[in-house]
């Protein structure tokens, strides 16, 4: 079953390319198409495209095999892993995950978010690193893990990785949009992001393979089963058992590939690559499911409870040169996915101060982008009041639903701004995932559906949004404080 649903929904990739030509020609980026052309032509000389018909699908299919390939030495389950497929998929919204069908079968969904998010970790990450050396050679790491070691840092500025994560999230939340920043890289990091991304992937795959093959299953629901969305979490155990098996299938990749490791190194690059790769891969789920949720429903425990406990299974001098470079990247997560009143909005003086940074849209979408998150990142007040001002311009009250809100009953304030009962019953149902982006939309259809202005209706939404979030992330509606 699960080979059959994957052969359906397997993305296709050329339709995507020329979907990008098509934007960046209306932009009139030339800079972008001139690297999309070079990038295109590059992988049209190199050998994987005579087995492949793109770079994704390429570079995927590849881990996969090696992937499944450790697991089958780590394991003796064949059986078990014959009947679990991956797909890729297009979407930007969701992150990798397991869907497990009636026949014993079942299929990993990785999407494109995944693979951005890993890329941006390991795009920063790999400029820290080189940072803190000179060479660009992978095999130099030894010299990297002296000056973390002596300085307790990665040498990375997380503001950087914080501002590309924010304009992501801010986009994802709101609009429910991949856009994205483009981060070049030095041509010394660069090689170096390229490993980290594919040690991210690999263990990202290795996680929800694992799943698979120890049989994990989700706690008893009362939600359908085959609703994808139902809070009906992995124990924490299990998710570790996952998380140690994933790095130790990277690890074998890693051995795999030692005979074209230069001797002589000074570090253990098999486990140090596939030791940073976990963290990364950890943080690319984690910033989505924080930043993009209200209510995560099959979730992963928190990233730094998870690198936590894998932080233990590392030998002594891998651990010394992650615990570091985690700390770096999982404050640039902490920034990045804080929407409260005090979080770190998006910053336009930020974006102009990085040269490496770049967009083909105008600068009048970054300020739109920087004025929605400020917007955001106000307080449950704050919003209440811009919804009550909102009926001077408007033939359909929306201040019972925000005093409702304000008051900690987020079923009362849906209904009373116009929200139908099953749309609103399903908001709130606990059992039940919920993004931020999808609140946002229904808040606007009924918003639009009562008379509310076209002017409003964005302002009007978000703001609801925001005032709701902190009940319905709780599944229940404490009494506000005021």
């Known amino acids: 079953m699960a080979e059959i649903l994957a052969t359906r929904i397997r993305s296709d990739r050329e339709d995507q390319l020329e979907e990008m030509i098509q934007r960046l020609t209306e932009l009139d980026a030339a800079d972008d198409l001139a690297q999309l052309d070079e990038n295109t032509r590059g992988w049209r000389q190199s050998e994987w495209s005579a087995r492949h018909a793109n770079p994704v699908d390429g570079l995927m299919a590849e881990l996969i095999a090696e992937v499944m390939a450790a697991m089958a030495d780590l394991t003796d389950r064949p059986e078990r892993l014959a009947r679990v497929f991956v797909v890729t998929l297009k979407q930007e919204s969701v992150a990798a995950r397991l869907r497990q069908l009636a026949d014993s079968s079942a299929l990993v969904y990785f999407s494109d978010a995944t693979f951005t998010l890993c890329g941006l970790y390991a795009g920063c990450a790999a400029e820290g690193l080189t940072g803190l050396y000179s060479g ?177 299974e590392f030998s002594d001098p891998v651990r010394r040169f992650a615990e570091p470079f985690q700390a770096d990247l999982l404050r640039a997560t902490r920034d990045a996915a804080d929407f409260s009143a005090s979080g770190r909005p998006f910053d336009l003086a930020w974006f102009h101060a990085q040269p490496q940074v770049s967009t083909p849209l105008p600068l009048q979408n970054l300020q739109t982008v920087s004025i929605l998150d400020r917007f955001q990142c106000r307080t449950r007040e704050d919003h209440a009041a811009v919804l009550v001002g909102i009926d001077e311009i408007s033939p359909f009250s929306l201040a019972a639903g925000a005093c409702a809100g304000l008051a900690g009953d987020a079923r009362a304030a849906l209904l009373g701004w116009g929200v139908p009962d099953a749309t609103a019953e399903e908001i709130c149902a606990p059992h039940r995932a919920l993004e931020f982006s999808t609140l946002v939309a229904k808040l606007r259809a009924a918003f639009a559906a009562r008379g509310v202005p076209e002017k409003a209706l964005l302002a009007g939404s978000l703001a609801g949004a925001q005032l709701l979030a902190p009940l319905l992330s709780r599944g229940e509606h404490p009494p506000a404080e005021i």
């Open 136 to 312: 660009g050679r992978l095999r130099d790491l030894w010299r990297v893990a002296r000056s973390v070691r002596d300085h307790q840092r990665l040498g990375a500025d997380p503001a950087l990785l914080g501002g590309l994560l924010r304009y992501y999230l801010v986009n994802q939340r709101i609009h429910a949009l991949a856009a994205k920043l483009s981060h070049r890289l030095t041509s010394s990091a660069e090689p170096l992001g390229v490993w980290l991304t594919a040690q991210a992937v690999t263990f990202v795959l290795g996680h929800e393979i694992a799943h698979h093959v120890l049989d994990h299953r989700p706690a008893t629901s009362d939600s359908p089963p085959a609703d994808d969305l139902s809070a009906c979490p992995l124990s924490e155990q299990q998710e570790f058992e996952a998380d140690l098996l994933g790095y130790r299938a990277a690890v074998h990749v890693g051995r795999r590939d030692a005979a074209r490791i230069p001797a002589g190194t000074g570090i253990d690059l098999p486990e140090t690559g596939a030791a940073l790769g976990a963290l990364i891969g950890m943080l690319a789920i984690h910033v989505t499911e924080q930043g993009l949720f209200i209510r995560r429903g099959r979730s992963h425990p928190p990233a730094p409870a998870r690198a936590a406990r894998l932080l233990n």
